[in-house]
């Protein structure tokens, strides 16, 4: 990886159900990019949640599925999300492009994802890659390399 410059994205905005609390609910922003996932000489699109609460990358098991990567080989791991349940990934060595900025990336792919729309890029392998900063005003997210 060897971005020389900054990256700016925009939020994105996903419909959402009025709750009790918030009547005038309709939209939710969140800092979700599009990557390219690359294994071997397969590639995929994919959305993934920029979460400065998660600890590393998770991506849902369908996509290691699509890519050929033989999930339950990988490096089993148990995490525990905000349901406080246990949920198991299993690590693999993967690509990644960020807007043509190639990377490698150690993540987890999960069959407990199945509740999110979009895989996660956490602190361990993306933010100790990046300076990111979020601006939730102007619904925008700033990755600049780390030197």
Known sequence: MAPTSSLRVAYKSFPATPLEPFPNRQFVHRPVIDILLVFGNKSIEYQVLIDSGA???IFHTEMAGILGI????????????TSGTPQTAYFHD???EVSGWPMKLYCGFS??????PYGILGQTGFFDRFKIEFDYQS???ELKPKR
């Open 55 to 57: 600890d590393f990358c």
């Open 111 to 116: 069959f407990d994802m199945k509740s999110l």
């Open 94 to 96: 993967v690509h990644i």
């Open 70 to 81: 033989p999930v339950t080989q990988g490096k089993k791991m148990t995490f525990y999300g």
């Open 139 to 141: 619904r925008r997210i």
